[in-house]
């Protein structure tokens, strides 16, 4: 029986559990994407709560178009990569590990302070409207569809990016390819209406995300944790599937693998929802599945479900989400035996910063 709470390796990271915190925005950077001191701060609080590995909001990569919300972090300056080495600094000595998440934001774009322009794979945009809690934008804007310069300005974003992130101390790199930014975009049927060599079939979808892992891959040299986060559905479209079912999915995860990619982690409303259009397969056990690549899963895993799923994916790590926002120390509480809290999403309004978190906090102190 596998034990969730025992010492372990990553991608040859040490870790003190299985457990990682999800990537989760809170657009609380500076306004110019400097990390500060109360990020710092909360960081360090789930570090301090016992979740082994600290996977970073999704931070943007260049000075172009890749930003998506107002003070969303980025890694493109001296500045930042100060601002984040406190953080990661803080992290270390609280006993954790962090990896960054790397993203660019594609159609999916509130905010970005080098443009007004989005750009994605052709000009479409998500569905739905955009996420309130994040900025007052009413409306997607129609994204422009990337020229084959974009695309390059894009993937040397994400190769610079992971280069200043191993100058920031990081432990590794996830890069976003999930929940309908711009990776996931250039792999879903609704974004892609490309014709030329990145769109149509799922080859020609999927290159840009090889391309992507093997910049970064290259960026920073072989020793060095580098995964992907994938999904198939958005944030405004949970449900959308690749229309190549569970084996297009296999696909992508061997050729991420192929690319250079250590691990994939993969998120869904369930760990172990299926979710193709054949078959009753998860995306994580169609990863699970692939020799040859470590995996971080993520997906409403809580209390009572997260031994279960240890058990049943030897050797993954498990990544919390909602139940990491209600109880900071979740880890700790559960080894404790203590009683771990529910999400009260008013914690996150008007918006999802870190201050009206804490403002929430204090007034809804027992
Ligand atoms: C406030 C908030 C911000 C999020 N920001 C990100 C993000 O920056 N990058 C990302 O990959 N996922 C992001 N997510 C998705 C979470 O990482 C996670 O996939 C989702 O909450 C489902 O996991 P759970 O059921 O454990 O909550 C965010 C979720 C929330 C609630």
Not at 308 to 314: D, G, H, L, S
């Amino acid at each position: 029986m596998s034990d969730i709470m025992k010492s372990a390796k990553f991608c040859e990271v040490a870790l003190p559990n299985r457990f990682a915190l999800a990537p989760m925005t809170r657009t609380s950077a500076d306004a110019d994407g400097t990390p500060n001191a109360l990020m710092a701060d909360h960081y360090e609080r789930y570090a301090r709560g016992g979740f082994g590995l600290l996977i970073t909001e999704g931070t943007y990569t260049d000075d172009k178009a890749s930003q998506g919300y107002a003070n969303q972090p980025g890694i493109i300056n001296e500045a930042q990569i100060e601002g984040w080495k406190v953080i990661v600094d803080r992290v270390h000595a609280a006993g954790s590990k962090i990896f960054t998440q790397l993203m660019h934001a594609g159609a999916q774009f509130q905010a970005n302070r080098f443009t007004d322009q989005p750009l994605g794979p052709s000009e479409v945009a998500p569905k739905g409207a955009p996420l309130g809690f994040y900025g007052d934008q009413q409306l997607w804007q129609i994204p422009g569809a990337m020229s084959e310069a974009d695309i390059q300005t894009a993937i040397d974003g994400f190769a610079q990016s992971a280069t200043n992130a191993k100058a920031a101390g990081f432990d590794g790199i996830e890069i976003h390819g999930a929940n309908g930014y711009l990776l996931n975009q250039f792999l879903s049927t609704h974004f892609n209406k490309r014709d030329d060599g990145y769109g149509g079939s799922l080859e020609k979808r999927l290159r840009l995300v090889v391309e992507v892992v093997r910049a970064v891959r290259k960026a920073v040299g072989d020793n060095y944790p580098v995964g992907i986060r994938l999904s198939q559905g958005t944030v405004t479209d949970p449900d959308y599937q690749l229309p190549e079912g569970a084996a297009g999915f296999r696909q992508i995860v061997e050729a991420v693998r192929d690319a250079g990619a250590d691990f994939v982690h993969t998120t869904d409303g369930e760990v172990n929802r299926p979710h193709f259009t054949d078959g009753d397969q998860s995306l994580a056990g169609v990863a699970a599945d692939v020799p040859g690549i470590g995996l971080i899963l993520n997906g409403g895993i809580d209390e009572t479900s997260c031994q279960e799923i240890a058990n049943q994916f030897p050797g993954a790590l498990l990544a919390v989400g909602k139940k990491a926002l209600a109880n900071p120390d979740f880890v700790q509480r559960l080894q404790d035996g203590k009683e771990i809290a529910d999400i009260n999403f008013e914690m996150l309004q008007p918006k999802a910063t870190i201050s009206n978190e804490l403002a929430w906090r204090k007034k809804n102190a027992a």
